[in-house]
Structures are given as C-alpha cells and as structure tokens.
C-alpha cells in the first residue's frame, strides 16, 4: 500500500519502523530536514521536507495515489487540516492523532472526510487501569468483545507454574488456560504443549474473563489498587485518575507545572494535586509513596521514569508502572525489575497497523484487534473468519501452519474453545492467533497456513 506519515517524532518513527518492516510503500514527511535525511537512510522509504498541511508538499508525496495518509504531529489542528487536504486531493484513508476530546464530538458522523481518530493518551490511560485489576498482572489485554482476556505475568520461584509442562496446566488449575507464548532471556518461544515453564519467565496466558479472575483467586492476586500515587500530570494522568474514581481509587498526581496543577485540580476533584518535582526524595518519602499500592511515572522523559520507578521498587512498591517510548530502553531494563511499561509510541502504531491490515485485506477474514508482545517480536491478533478461509471444517491437528504459530482462542457463537487437535474453524468465528513478528504480516487467517 502507498502510505503517507506526516510527522516523524516518536509515533510517527515507530510506524515508519513498522510499516516498512511490512513492505508498504511509505513516504515521510516533516519539517526537520536531518531527522528525514536519517529516516530515510535507516529505511526504505522516502522523505519530503516541509509542512505536510500544504499543497506543493503533498502534491509532491503524490497524495492522489495515497492508500492511506496518517498524521501524527503534535498539533491536533495541523493534523485534521493536514487529513482534510489529502482527502480532498484524492487520497483514500486518512488517520489523525487527535489528544483534544471535543475534536472527537466535532468529526463523529459517517460523512467525516477522517477514517479515523486516535487518542494515544487516552488508550494508555486504558491499558493501565486493566493492569491495575491486579497488582501480579503486568498487563491484561481484551479480545472478542472481553470475553476473552491476554494476561501477562512473571512466574516466581516456588510458584504452582514454576517447572510445570503447559500440557498439565489445565489439571493444576481445573481450568481452561492456555499460555501462547514465553519470554525466557529476551527471547520469544512460541510453545507446544511439551514446553515446560521456568522461573523468571514472562508468561502469556489466555483464557475467558470469567476463568482469568479465577485464576488469580487460586494464584492469590491481590486485586484492585486503594492508594495510587502518579508521578507527572500529562493527558495520560487525567484519564487515569478519572478512570480510578469509579473504583473509589485514592489517587495523587505530582507535577512540576503550577498552572497543570490548577488545571488538573479544576478537572479532577476526587484527586489530590501535589505541587512539586517527582524526583525530589524528600517530596515523594513525605507523601507517601512508600505506602503506594501502585507508583505510576508519566513524566515527559523517560530517563526520569526510569529513576522515579527504581526508587519506587527499591522502597518495596508492590506495582510499578513506567511510560517509556525510547525502544533501546526495554532491552537494557528487562533485568530491572521494571515489568510494566507502557508507551504512546507504540500503542499509537497498533492501532493504525490494525486499520492497514484491515483495508490491505477487503475479502478475507478482517483483522479485528491487534496486540504487540514480547518487546514488539510477537503479536497477537484477532482475526473474524470469512468464507473464504480455505480450511474451514478441518481438524486443527491437520492444518499445516507456517513456524511459530499459535492458535491461542477460538470464540463461536459466544462460546469459547481453547483449541485442541479435534477443534476446527467455522465461518463467523472469532480466532486468536499469536505469531512471531514477520516482514510479511499476516493481514488474513490464510496466511497462518504453509
């Protein structure tokens, strides 16, 4: 597909990552000249210099012929103006990050010239208030309508996982679990049934809504999150804290900017808004984070995230969370310590990778929900399955899969089946199939087969 990005800060660089790695044809476009230069000699891809809200500069992109245009600067009005000129030059799709709500009442209707809107801060805002369902789950991820959730843990030592066969899994629990895949030494196994799990291993579990909140019963889990301290008062924050209040959450933000914390104060009554510097000691000792359920660290920087939630988990905090966007961090934290991170930049670029799929694949089964795993080298993908499937009705004992594919979860008719060798695959079903990443993506359930 042609593909147009207009904007290459984090978002925009990680889709450029991304939808390259997949063969898509893309153009990037930004103002600063060096930052394209080193875009295009890191990718394939072609760079304009300019504002990407103007004519001449999308006239030389070649908007007309454009599949799909995204905008993802940080100016919300620049990047509605930018979608509405490349719709009315020709082009098919067009995608803005958008931050300001009243922006999503305004463009709303079928007529909207926008395909679509995202909110990244408010989708992170999301994702952690899943995870805070309990404190061991570093993140829960919803497919199939939330019958169906991904749940990532660690496995500790001495646990009833610790050492087991994934094939026994279901006897130690008495339920239907499936673990999809495991991170072992910042490597990515997609298992069979054989595989045995080992402490330290980052786990993904999957399995009914209903039998994960059973599962972390009988794993003791403790559940929900009473004191909550937020460190930095961004977008993220406020949605956050609104989401808290519905659970009777006591939550306090911390933020260095006096006129945020006026602002925040004004929007968030059952919060308390803490005036200062989150990486002062003496600040956070005397307000309690220590006695935190959850420390949560959203600054602007990731280098402040990082020694925010360090101290955090040296002082004993039963659940850290961390905003990082910088990829080359993740690698270096995974013996840290720091399991829970979260990212604009990436929940950005699942987003929209989900939308291409979706429109590179008009016929097949469409990609319903999209998830990246393991670092960004597996996903996890929901696809709803078409007629044109070319091994409906076939046991899955007898399919012939490309490597390291799972099929973690089928749903039919608000039923779900964790698959096993006698199950097949039906027109309508929802199918969960979890796969190592690949430069060619699997936008359609035939692609699994080899």
Known sequence: MRIIIVGAGNAGTELIESLSFENHNVVVIDKKHDLVEELVNLY?????????????????????????IIACTHNDE????????AKNFGAKETIARVRNPEYFNLFN?????????INPAEDVADE???????QQAIKIDPFADGKIEMMELRVEEGSIWANKRLMD?????????????IER???????????????????YVIAPTKTISKLSRRLNFVKGAKKVMIIGGSDIAKYLAKNLARIDATVKIIERNRLRCISLDEELPHAEIIHGDGTDH??????????????????????????????????????????????????MLAESGLDSIVSLRKSTAEHIIKYVRSKQNVTGSKVNRLYNIV??????????????????SVPLKDLKVIPNILIGAIVRNKELIIPGGMDTIEVGDTVIVVSKVREEPLDDLNDILA
Do not use: H, W
Request: aromatic content about 6%; proline content about 4%.
């Open 185 to 203: 030494d910042s490597d990515i196994i997609i298992p069979d049934g054989k595989a045995v799990l080992l402490p330290d291993d980052k786990i």
């Open 375 to 392: 670092n960004s080298q597996a996903e996890a993908i929901e696809f709803i399955v078409s007629p044109t499937f070319t091994q409906l």
């Open 44 to 68: 394939d891809v072609k760079g304009i210099c300019g504002n990407g809200a103007t004519k001449e500069v999308l006239e030389e992109a070649n908007v007309k012929n454009a599949d799909i």
């Open 169 to 181: 899994l279901p006897a130690v629990f008495d339920q239907k679990i499936l673990v999809s895949a």
């Open 109 to 117: 209707d079928d007529d909207t010239p926008l395909s679509m809107m």
């Open 282 to 331: 003496k600040l956070v000792m005397d307000e309690g984070m220590a006695e935190c359920d959850v420390v949560i660290s959203l600054c602007s920087l990731d280098e402040q995230n990082i020694i925010i939630s360090l101290f955090a988990l040296s002082l004993g905090v039963k659940k850290v969370i961390t905003k990082i966007d910088q990829p080359s961090y993740y690698n």
């Open 128 to 134: 952690i208030f899943r995870s805070l369902r309990y």
């Open 78 to 85: 620049l990047n509605i103006l930018c979608c509405l000129l």
